[in-house]
């Protein structure tokens, strides 16, 4: 406890406060819920569009998108990159090869490795979604000064990085 309170004397905002004595979270300070809910309100607007408009989901996107950053890679890569559980990934993996969209390679030694690919179809999809997707990022930072962006995108690698170590 007391590492983050010295963590906290670091701050220009706490993240709690006091209400008839008690300590509470400060919502507005408190960096977990901001993430948190900054990221549901960013997945309910863009889910909907994506789905009514591209005929594909979030993660079928975020899919896509791996695949077309790094092609060829394996399932586990994809969930280390973009830090989603493997029976998500799978699933997803599994739906968008049925709509044709991906293509793979097993591994003569372990049958049960793929290596993963956007088809034909798949890089059409991802050339598809794209704009819409920097369309979505461009509301999500309108009227953000250019120097700010880039020192939010600095703060949060950070965050990233300390609670997940990987890369």
Not at 17 to 39: K, M, W
Not at 63 to 85: F, K, Q, W, Y
Request: with cysteine.
């Amino acid at each position: 406890m007391g590492d983050q309170n010295k963590a906290n004397l670091k701050r220009a905002s706490e993240p709690t406060r006091l209400r008839d004595g008690e300590c509470i979270l400060d919502i507005q300070n408190y960096v977990p819920f901001l993430l948190s809910a900054t990221s549901n309100a960013w997945q309910r607007r863009t889910s909907a569009y994506y789905r009514a408009r591209l005929g594909v989901g979030i993660v079928e996107w975020r899919i896509l998108s791996m695949l077309n950053i790094e092609p060829g890679i394996t399932a586990n890569r994809i969930c280390e990159v973009i830090r989603m559980d493997k029976s998500a990934v799978s699933r997803t993996l599994k739906s968008l090869s049925e709509r044709e969209m991906l293509c793979f390679e097993t591994s003569e030694k372990d049958p049960r490795k793929r290596r993963w690919w956007l088809s034909e179809s798949g890089i059409k999809k991802h050339n598809e979604v794209l704009p819409a997707a920097l369309g979505h990022e461009g509301i999500l930072i309108e009227s953000i000064d250019p120097e700010d962006l880039e020192v939010f995108l600095k703060v949060i690698r950070k965050m990233l990085v300390n609670i997940d170590p990987r890369d």
